[in-house]
């Protein structure tokens, strides 16, 4: 499964929204109902850090301002007021078969 | 808390071998699937290798198949990454990954050991 993302790259006002998207080639829909596309953090010099599962289930710790939405192939997250913290290169990933596959990377910055 | 620490990495030469561990504690280590995934210098994450509780199921990527072999030690809590015949493409930061309870969604992630393949 091919997973895109866009932008590359985004610079954003502290307390400004931001979005990312992700697209996969094949739909993501398991027959459970759920979704299985997730979204990582890595930080810069960090290792990366689940942020979503299942398209819209925020992982422990993972404040709320970060939410994540979409089904089939196109998911989105959303960063409601962007934090100094927020830096970093954000992952989608579809963990519905092997092999797991990633986005590209969103690099965020802040300004 | 969770921990993983990986060790292992460093500089081979092309067609060399290299076996990566990771201790894990936290957790109950024999209760999850347990991956490897790798990072490039500068690029993106890919996911390498996983393996069942009890190893008895193990999946790879395609480009490290019959190169690679995934192992874990559950009475030592430790995974095993061994790598037989090097490329330069191998060359990345790996990464010791506890999957979560929700599909092969991976819920901690170790801080990583760098391997190195050049002559």
């Known amino acids: 499964i091919v997973m895109t993302q866009s932008p590359l790259s985004l610079t954003v006002t502290p307390g400004e929204p931001a979005s990312i998207s992700c697209r996969s080639s094949?739909?993501?829909?398991?027959?459970?109902?759920?979704?299985?596309l997730d979204w990582y953090l890595q930080k810069p010099g960090q290792s990366p850090q689940l942020l979503m599962y299942?398209?819209?289930y925020r992982a422990s710790g993972v404040p709320d301002r970060f939410s994540g939405s979409g089904s089939g192939t196109d998911f989105t997250l959303k960063i409601s007021r962007v934090e100094a913290e927020d830096v970093g290169v954000y992952y989608c990933m579809q963990a519905l078969q092997i092999p797991l596959t990633f986005g590209g990377g969103t690099k965020v910055e802040v300004k | 808390e969770v921990q993983l620490v990986e060790s292992g990495g460093g500089l081979v030469q092309p067609g060399g071998s290299l076996r990566l561990s990771c201790v894990a504690s936290g957790f109950t280590f024999n209760n999850y699937w347990m991956d490897w995934f790798r990072q490039a210098p500068g690029k993106g994450l890919e996911w390498v290798a996983k393996?069942?509780?009890?190893?008895?199921?193990?999946h790879y990527l395609d480009s490290v198949k019959g190169r690679f072999t995934i192992s874990r030690d559950n009475a030592k809590n430790s995974l095993y990454l061994q790598m037989n015949n090097l490329g330069a493409e191998d060359t990345a930061v790996y990464y010791c990954v506890k999957v979560g309870n929700s599909g092969w969604t991976t819920d901690f992630w170790g801080q990583g050991t760098r391997v190195i393949v050049s002559s």
């Open positions: 393996i069942k509780q009890d190893g008895s199921e193990k």
């Open positions: 299942l398209s819209s």
């Open positions: 094949q739909s993501l829909l398991h027959t459970n109902g759920y979704n299985y």
